[in-house]
């Protein structure tokens, strides 16, 4: 019959176990620090502006019309591509007056930014107290990039 001896001291693992935990032990600790330190930097320099056209809601396309219409009653900021063509839409969820608009302030290509600027209505202009949920969708042609709600 064969015999094993653990030259370890009582309670403790052998020195080979003790190597091999010690060794799992810090790849693990490499991976969660290396997962955590990793980070994409967004360039902020603006390359070019974006031509955009306002597309009138009856434009929309009706798949990307539904999503709208199931999220308008909460602010939203969506995206939608279709046939080479980028639909960008953000909303400011109910409002509980006319007279709100929504106001593309600019459209420019980094990495991809959109800022869309919400107007309430002007001093002296009539309202009504009905609810209303005010959004905006423009169309560019498609380029391939993350888009940046600002």
Not at 16 to 39: M, Q, W
Request: charged share 30%.
């Amino acid at each position: 019959m064969a015999r094993t001896w653990n030259t370890a001291a009582p309670g403790r693992p052998a020195k080979g176990r003790r190597h091999i935990a010690s060794l799992i032990l810090c790849v693990a600790a490499l991976i969660c620090t290396a997962s955590g330190c990793i980070t994409r930097r967004q360039k902020t320099e603006k390359i070019r502006e974006i031509e955009f056209t306002v597309t009138d809601k009856e434009m929309v396309p009706a798949e990307f019309k539904t999503v709208i219409e199931e999220k308008k009653a909460e602010p939203f900021k969506l995206t939608y591509a279709d046939q080479g063509i980028l639909y960008i839409a953000e909303g400011y969820g109910t409002q509980p007056t006319t007279g709100y608009s929504v106001e593309v302030e600019e459209l420019y290509e980094t990495e991809d930014a959109v800022h869309i600027n919400l107007m309430g209505p002007e001093k002296g202009e009539e309202t009504k107290e009905i609810a209303t949920f005010p959004y905006v969708v423009v169309q560019l042609d498609d380029i391939k990039k993350d888009v940046l709600f600002d």
